[in-house]
């Protein structure tokens, strides 16, 4: 062979194998290609939403706020949210229910009926089985929200060897009768709050335990059309759903999200009219630009941001350390550095959204005192070790708090380890963490949700512990054990919470130090927006100019 | 040639084991710990605990562990319908990590064969020219230009131009994303235009370095001075003999640096243009400690790396005679 | 074609050496040859001496932070005030602030110091970020940790593929197959994505293996880590020039007079192949700090809060609006770094063995 011929031969292979890789490309961007909804001239159209990460959109599986977000308009729960703006966001109101429950026993026992004529996206009719199987599939699939029903009878056992033909005896199902009776081993005082979360949401029977992103049919006023995990999905009009007092129709006929993990990115879509809406925090820096372009939004959300300090590990098991700290802490001063001061300074563990919310006032920065009473405890000096994950926003707060416990006279430094393994790791007992950086979004708007959970020295483990802090004090804990089992939120129970929320404060195990606002941003063209206190921006509310 | 082909074959597969092996060490055994408390989620209850760990086989001995991975993954490979635990799947986000990965496919294979054009052309552009200019101050620039471009750090030129062209003012290009082909050829070209020359920047430089420094060589071997006594016309000699004959390492590089940016090295460029390829992937589950896209992208990248270096072994083979294998 | 000129070009040493005058070489050593072929390569020189002004620079930062600057790497200024120039400014101004009294939010974009210069005494010489930290105190030592890494895996890196490649060149058989296999193990992975899933399994716990304990978090671990992925790209020419040496008199010589392994790898086959293994330690380094930022870049490097030139530029990715200097001023400096250890690499390389190529990994 000539060597003409050779290199005519290795070009033409190339050029081959050139074209074999663009057909490759080619074929899998068909592949991925989503079938195009016809475009229907109504007042709304498509809303184009960019939101930074999702995990699941599996009712029994997602736990992210963002999830929810979405989800919220697709599943309906027995009771659910109204869709009103402000502190009635807050309000339980009959979802698939026809009403409230009748609660006999105690607290003890739930009685609901379904509303009749309930329909699926796919068609089926929704029946009262479909809510017990729900319960099941999160056992089954091994669900993170399944903590939240083993108060249910039979469900602990069930838990330890879920099968498909097994049973959870407490929960009792009338098809024909559309009932649904629920009873609990003992009063729960936030079970129709739990109710209302969507790991309850009912799925048609047998619906298979894998995670089945975004494929589930559900009750609510839309459906997920399409689903790619790290690229966004899309979702269009149920047409089996019909309108009730509490759930709107929905103006737009169709949602497009995209995912973008990068926030710069995100503002700058909506910006240049790629998109209408995104939820990524906007980089503090931009938030001038970006008011100027678009509509800015502050939402407030439940959400408590805090330094914790282990009760049981010197230094911080002198109670006048631990208040040197609380005081020592410039709190706006953080706000400022950790968001360009979209958070509003707390030193309460309750946000302000709660109805209990009483406005603590018991540690005003002041420097002098605070280094006053670590020399009074003999503090000074002392090492300390400040735990924080590996995400921007708690490196810096926990940079700014390390700095601080300097500034008091102790010989503070900072470790940072990944974010996957950050809870478990201050979570164990072994750690023997002195303190560090935490923060709690509500899961339902209920006070249990925050001090049974984090701050209860009954429910204190060796691993995967949640009170970071190992707080227990006998009367808070009684306190809280007793406040378990009034099922209503009445002045009088709110009361009792706020003065448990002094009594803990008071022995300062935590360092709140904001209730942070997020930014949302909307394109010029979004005329009226709305905002549901526990699931965020109001989809279903939202109007063009 | 035959036995060569098969040699090599072999070979592949074993170095694939290999690695699937010790990345599988990496994460297993390294940590000391398996992923199911966090699977679990922020209220995690022991009964759920166990449960995972029963379902995915954390506790089972790491050998076993990594026999069922294989399984899995070659399950993923397979078309068909298999069972929630039956398929390689991530622990965070528990999607199909082959699946994923072809979805990832379409947006790296753009970037990559996109500048992969772009540096082979410039690369042997200015290496050329400066072969051609050496001593010139011409040269002099455009190796000073080349070795500040093999000297940027990929991700802060992406960095710089995105806030300079992309989000600054009055932006000249779109800010990341990755849009179709089959969608729109002008948008995916117009999205990718950035990328591509923030990842072509750091080759074309170190190619035109190769080459001049080839081409140079090459002036003073004695077939050049041959031609050249010949009378054959300068430009003429430089194109036929002294060009020709200083691609054929160039051929060796770039098959194998493609390799390994389709393979996933491309990983900061896509990071910092939210392109979502295959490199981006990897460049996610990293955060969140999640060993199976890992794992997949590992061995997808080592598969395209070991494939590459196999072809380039015999196109070299090819071209060059002297060192073709028995 | 016209003759290459014979001053300030990258190769001016190579085309020196051929030019040179037999009767001035008679008698002189290799490495003095080299040194005569290199100091007429000013360009070189001239990055040598960029390099070793930013390595004292770095090495200086702890004297540059209390004397000059009063300000440690992770020392917050936030809220303070300093002089620039006479006027009395805000470290960080601006920002928005929750109003307790209409019970809303006031928005302002933050305002971040930005370079004093000199106007400020040494303070915040390059600007402060959003902790209100001097930037150059943190570029400083940024680099420090950015050049121990950078340098420290350099030499691990060079020190294991060397030993490896002599073994293997010098015994051959079972002993080269295996290190061999090894290299083409490593060979094939994708380097940076082999980096950051070892970097990043590592950061879970550390390293107690095998008598060695490696914190969670330390620098050593970016530095092992860099290193085990970049043996076979210094290894396996190595192992080449050892395996053509091997086959020379002067080895059969040293052997039949009596040699043990040891010696004649040590003394005759290492000072062989030092020019080259010179040459490659250069480049290395110059790769690995772009490994290393790279690595830091997806989180899987430096830890923050400690600063190296790769996280700054990660971390200065969100204030890039109001504070561009954040990623611009630590780029620059690796660009300045790595360009000047390339540009001396090649010099180097044309001085010490002109026809040596070495293949720099992205």
């Known amino acids: ?545 | 040639m035959l036995p060569f082909v098969i040699r090599r074959l072999v070979g592949m597969i074993a170095v694939l084991f290999a690695v699937s092996v010790l990345v599988f060490i990496v994460f297993i055994l390294v940590p000391g710990g398996d992923p199911a408390e966090r699977m679990a989620g922020k209220n995690p209850t022991p009964a759920n605990i166990h449960n995972i760990r029963q379902r995915w086989g954390f506790n089972r001995p790491f050998y076993v562990q990594y026999v069922k991975m294989m399984q899995k993954a070659g399950n993923g490979l397979l078309p068909g319908r298999h069972g929630e635990y039956d398929i390689l799947r991530s622990f965070d986000t528990r999607q199909n990590v082959v699946h994923e990965i072809k979805r990832g496919i379409p947006a790296t294979f753009s970037l990559c064969i996109g500048a992969g054009i772009i540096w082979l052309f410039f690369g042997i552009l200015v290496g050329a020219i400066s072969a051609v200019k050496a001593g010139r101050w011409s040269d002099r620039v455009i190796t000073i230009l080349a070795l500040v471009g093999i000297s940027m750090p990929v991700f802060w030129l992406g960095i710089v131009l995105r806030y300079f062209l992309a989000e600054n003012g009055h932006p000249l290009f779109p800010d990341g994303e990755y849009v179709a082909l089959t969608k729109s050829p002008v948008q995916w070209a117009y999205h990718l235009i950035l990328p591509w020359f923030c990842l072509a920047v750091l080759f074309i430089g170190f190619y035109g370095r190769v080459l001049r420094s080839n081409m140079l060589d090459a002036m003073s071997e004695d077939y050049v001075r041959t031609a050249r006594a010949k009378g054959i016309a300068p430009r003429r000699v430089l194109l036929r003999h002294v060009l020709r004959n200083s691609l054929i390492p160039i051929v060796s590089l770039f098959g194998l640096d493609f390799a390994a940016v389709l393979g996933g090295g491309a990983i900061l460029t896509e990071t910092v243009f939210d392109l979502k390829g295959v490199g981006w992937y990897a460049a996610q589950s990293v955060g969140g400690l999640d060993l199976p896209p890992i794992m997949g992208v590992t061995l997808y990248g080592s598969f395209f790396i070991v494939l590459f270096s196999a072809l380039v072994d015999f196109v070299y083979a090819y071209l060059d005679p002297r060192i073709r294998p028995t | 074609m016209a003759e290459p000129a014979t001053d300030l070009t990258l190769d001016s040493a190579a085309l020196l050496a051929s030019q040179e005058h037999e009767v001035a070489i008679v008698g002189r050593s290799p490495w003095y040859l080299a040194w005569r072929r290199l100091r007429r390569n000013y360009l070189a020189l001239v990055s040598l001496v960029v390099f070793v002004v930013i390595v004292a620079c770095c090495a200086l930062a702890p004297v540059y932070a209390t004397h000059v600057a009063h300000s440690g790497p992770n020392t917050v200024h936030a809220g303070e005030k300093v002089r620039v120039g006479g006027v009395l400014k805000d470290v960080i101004g601006g920002g928005s602030y929750y109003d307790a009294k209409t019970n809303q939010f006031v928005v302002r974009a933050p305002e971040y110091l930005g370079p004093t210069w000199w106007h400020a005494h040494g303070r915040f010489v390059l600007g402060t970020d959003n902790l209100g930290r001097d930037v150059a105190v943190r570029l400083l030592y940024g680099g420090l940790n950015s050049l121990k890494i950078g340098i420290g895996s350099a030499l691990i890196c060079t020190l294991i593929a060397v030993v490896l490649a002599l073994l293997a060149g010098y015994y051959g058989g079972w002993l080269d197959w295996i290190i061999t296999r090894f290299f083409d193990l490593i060979w094939a992975f994708p380097v940076l994505l082999l980096a950051i899933a070892l970097a990043s399994a590592l950061a879970i716990n550390g390293f107690h293996h095998f008598g060695i304990n490696i914190q969670a978090g330390s620098l050593w671990i970016p530095t092992l880590v860099i290193s085990y992925v970049l043996i076979p790209y210094v290894g396996r020419p190595v192992r080449g020039q050892v395996l053509s040496l091997r086959e020379k008199e002067f080895i059969e010589a040293a052997i039949g007079q009596g040699a043990g392994p040891l010696r004649v790898m040590f003394s005759d086959l290492l000072p062989n192949v030092a020019s080259t293994v010179l040459v490659f330690f250069t480049l290395i380094i110059a790769n690995n700090i772009l490994t290393e930022a790279g690595l830091s870049f997806l989180g899987a490097g430096v830890r923050l809060p400690d600063p190296s030139w790769g996280n700054l530029i990660s971390s200065g990715q969100n204030q890039i609006q109001t504070a561009p200097w954040l990623s611009l001023v630590p780029g620059i400096a690796i660009v300045l770094t790595v360009l000047s250890l390339n540009i001396f690499g090649d010099g180097l390389r044309d001085a010490l063995d002109p026809r040596a190529k070495v293949r720099i990994e992205h």
Request: charged share 20%; net charge positive; glycine share 8%.
């Open chain 1, 1 to 545: 062979m000539t060597e003409r011929r050779r290199w005519t031969l290795l070009l033409s292979i190339l050029a081959l194998v050139a074209g074999f890789a663009l057909m490759l490309a080619a074929y899998g961007v068909a592949a991925n290609r989503t079938t195009a909804a016809p475009k229907q001239a109504q007042k709304f159209g498509t809303l184009r939403a960019v939101i930074d990460t999702i995990d699941f959109l599996d009712p029994q599986q997602a736990y992210t706020g963002q999830s929810w977000w979405a989800m919220w308009n697709v599943y309906e729960t027995l009771l659910t949210y109204k869709h009103v703006d402000g502190p009635g966001g807050y309000k339980l109101v009959p979802g698939l229910a026809q009403s409230l429950p009748k609660i006999s026993n105690n607290g003890r026992v739930y009685k609901f009926t379904l509303r009749k004529g309930i329909r699926y996206s796919n068609g089926r009719a929704l029946k009262a089985s479909d809510f017990k199987w729900a319960i099941k599939r999160g056992f089954l699939a091994t669900g993170q929200g399944v903590g939240f029903y083993t108060d249910i009878v039979g469900a602990k056992a069930y838990s330890a060897h879920p099968t498909k033909s097994g049973n959870i005896a407490g929960i009792i199902v009338n098809n024909k009768k559309r009932t649904i009776v629920i009873k609990l081993t003992r009063p729960r005082g936030d079970f129709l709050t739990i109710l209302a979360l969507l790991f309850a949401a009912p799925v048609p029977a047998n619906t298979s335990t894998a995670i089945l992103n975004g494929t589930i049919p559900g009750t609510g006023p839309y459906r997920f059309s399409s689903f790619d995990a790290n690229r966004g999905f899309t979702m269009v009009r149920n047409k089996y759903f019909k309108p009730t007092v509490n759930i709107p129709r929905g103006n737009p006929d169709r949602i497009d999200v995209a995912l973008v993990g990068d926030a710069n990115a995100a503002t700058q879509r909506v910006i240049s009219g790629q998109a209408d809406y995104s939820n990524g925090a906007i980089p503090p820096d931009r938030i001038a630009n970006a008011k100027s372009r678009g509509h800015l939004v502050l939402r407030q959300t439940a959400n408590t941001y805090y330094f914790w300090m282990n009760t049981h590990e010197a230094p911080f098991n002198k109670l006048k350390v631990r208040q040197a700290v609380n005081y020592a802490v410039d709190r706006s001063a953080m706000n400022r550095i950790v968001w360009g001061g979209l958070g509003q300074p707390t030193q309460n563990v309750l946000p302000p959204t709660y109805p209990s919310y009483v406005k603590l006032n018991l540690y005003n920065h002041n420097v002098a005192k605070a280094r006053q009473l670590i020399t009074q405890a003999g503090a000074k000096g002392a090492k300390v070790t400040v735990w924080t994950r590996q995400v921007s926003d708690a490196i810096d707060a926990a940079q700014y708090y390390t700095s601080v416990l300097n500034a008091i006279g102790l010989d503070a430094k900072l470790n940072s380890i990944p974010r996957a393994t950050y809870y478990s790791t201050i979570g164990n007992i072994a750690t023997h963490a002195q303190t560090g950086w935490a923060r709690w979004l509500e899961d339902y708007p209920h006070p249990l949700d925050w001090f049974d959970v984090l701050l209860n020295g009954n429910r204190i483990t060796p691993t995967d512990n949640n009170n970071y802090a190992w707080y227990s004090s006998k009367k808070t804990n009684s306190e809280i054990e007793g406040l378990k089992k009034a099922p209503v939120l009445t002045p009088a129970v709110n009361q009792r919470w706020a003065k448990v929320e002094k009594e803990i404060m008071q022995q300062a195990p935590w360092v709140p130090w904001s209730n942070r606002v997020f930014p949302e941003f909307f394109s010029k063209k979004i005329g009226c927006i709305h905002t549901q206190r526990l699931y965020g921006i109001d989809t279903l509310r939202l109007c063009r100019k």
